[in-house]
């Protein structure tokens, strides 16, 4: 049996478990991780359907025009039925699933809600479930050769970050910087895990900034978050960087989330279990004692693997203990509106031999 | 009032209509449409409320760490409500739009699964069906102003074309011209609307090729399919190369296809009101005339604008006429499994003054 076959039974049997009848699978990373099959989602309905019993074979149900490449990647795992453009595709599906009562299915967490609602109406009376429920346990314990991957996808991270320092100078726009990292993650990658934050001088105070056309001056904090995609795993790195001279509460500001995110670390080396919410608190307590508590406006990081965010969630309310083969990220920041941000984030993983940094490139300020 | 605001209106005048209470936008075109805020989806919950009663005014629920943008782009619009990450958005959002039995509300198609099931908790007996039933209309129709950002778009993507036919050589591989592609575009215009589809040689056979490291050989076609963003607005083109000298029946498979393009739009013009399916069968039937309407294996094309997908969608089944303001891709293809493929397309909107295409590039084959 291969990997995918693997995985396969281990949802079925966290499924039977919790008594789901079907875990139904849209273009998405769960797609990728239960069959390698990797395609855009967009209005057509592509599915896997898993059915928690052993005795039913997975089925795949995919336009037309995915037919060929399917049976190139998935044909050994999966039946393979295929709608072209003027067929029901909901029709079909509750064709395949067959249509008993109340069952209970598991949906693709990121499936559009238009193919759920018409999934719905062919299912009748399914209760529909996320299936994280099943999904996320499995995906959030990362195997040595998943970890493997994702420690290059870390270093390409830190490679880039090289790059940032070299290139930024004033006058240079947000996007430009932006298109240059692209650019570095196409040859030190496969390409980029998400669309780079570059964030400078005010906008820096926005955490999720959409990178414009500001150009950089002489003062600025460049807040740069960015990350890579490698053989499918995602790394997630946020630097920010000084343009001349910082001033005294820029440096201020800078140690207390430098050393915020030193402090996560030493709470996951120093104590032996730990949950995500009091992970998220080690870091907190750093900022608040400091004074800026109200400016940390964001959780501490998010679980990281095939997606760039994934769980575990690095937050309060998480009272799951972190474990081994749980990769996330650490990232405080403070964000005074109007004004200047700063955030400092690595990827950490818990291996057997402890926890483990996947980014390392320098974290004391840096000024250009 | 602003455009936002007509917007809202015009879509609350058809929900009242069709006995619609709600509207729930997530982050997605439909946001940009009726917000002007352009936002990327993740597992956050980031949701505009629009009540189809005029009395009750618009609001946004948002994480927190997006506030300050919001602030600054919808606030006039939208009753502001931050969430911060360890409280719950679903109960929050319940609470905005209150419970009231049985409502009918429209959510956003490509609203994450997961936060559709979440509403739906929050909501009991709520009845969800997709936003499209309302918004799709007023989409599909583009003003002036509107058709003017797509022929700036059209305009790039005709320009990249001309650049990818510099560059192409034997021994570049598809991801490399992708990027190339991709560095054009955002000189051209803002950004790539999608990923670039380059497929060479037997991957010319799959429409949607994922682009990967094959590199172009002598007697290759190479499809090549992309397009621009410009202020928000796609355009979509593909072009067909032959690297070197095409074989005789490549140049039949070729001009089979440029002519059922042609046939398409002759149809428009000609023809005073046309279905999406009837404009699909018009490009359909040239292909099957010539005995390979088995490897048309896709619809005719797609409705753009905000989307690179969208209504009204060329294909049988849809018999709507298609009417001033539409704008939507021409694409016949021809894909012969494990050989080649040709695809042709342009964008067409229907003006005032007739069909006018948005993509000009050379039609003809070209032989690199």
């Known amino acids: 049996m291969d990997i995918y076959g693997e995985r396969i039974n281990a949802a079925r049997d966290l499924m039977r478990r919790q008594s789901f ?5 849209g273009p998405s990373a769960n797609m990728y991780y239960f069959s390698g099959l990797n395609t855009s989602p967009d209005e057509r309905l592509q599915l896997l359907i898993i059915p928690a019993s052993a005795e039913k074979h997975p089925a795949a149900l995919l336009p037309e025009m995915y037919l060929q490449k399917a049976k190139e990647v998935i044909a050994s795992t999966y039946s393979l039925h295929a709608w072209p453009d003027n067929a029901d595709p909901f029709a079909m599906a509750g064709d395949l699933i067959g249509n008993n009562g109340r ?42 050769s998943e970890v493997e991957l994702m420690r290059e996808a870390g270093r390409a991270a830190d490679r880039v970050m090289e790059k940032v320092r070299e290139e930024v100078k ?8 932006s298109l240059l990292i692209e650019i ?52 997630d790195i946020t630097r920010t960087f000084c343009l001349g001279k910082a001033d005294p509460e820029m440096k201020k500001v800078y140690s207390v989330v430098q050393e915020a995110n030193a402090a996560a670390f030493r709470a996951l080396e120093e104590r ?20 800026y508590g ?10 990281i693997g095939l997606e760039v965010h994934e769980e575990p ?11 081994q083969g749980n990769a996330f990220t650490i990232e405080p920041g403070i964000y005074l509106p109007g004004r200047f ?11 057997g031999a402890g926890p483990e940094r996947l980014t390392s490139y320098e974290r004391g300020l840096i000024e250009l």
Not at 170 to 177: D, F, I, K, R, T
Not at 294 to 301: E, L, P, S, V
């Open 103 to 144: 069952m209970r299915i598991l949906i693709d967490d990121t499936m559009r809600s238009d193919h759920l609602i018409g999934l719905g109406k062919a299912l009748g009376e399914a209760e529909f479930e996320p299936a994280s429920l099943v999904v996320s346990s499995l995906r959030a314990y990362k195997d040595n």
């Open 21 to 25: 009848d079907y875990l139904l699978i």
């Open 313 to 323: 969630y690095i937050v309060e309310g998480n009272r799951e203990p972190l474990r």
């Open 184 to 235: 570095e993650y196409r040859q030190q990658a496969d390409d980029i895990s998400f669309k780079p934050i570059v964030a400078s001088g005010p906008h820096a105070a926005q955490p999720h900034h959409s990178t414009g056309s500001r150009r950089f001056e002489v003062g600025d904090l460049i807040v740069v978050d960015c990350g890579a995609l490698y053989r499918g795993y995602c790394s």
């Open 341 to 351: 941000g700063v955030r400092i984030e690595d990827v950490a993983v818990i291996t």
């Open 294 to 303: 109200q400016y940390f406006i964001h959780r501490t990081g998010h679980g």
């Open 272 to 291: 032996g279990s730990l949950s995500g919410e009091e992970l998220d608190a080690a870091a907190r307590l750093v900022i608040t004692e400091a004074g």
């Open 170 to 177: 004033p006058g240079m726009s947000e996007s430009e910087l």
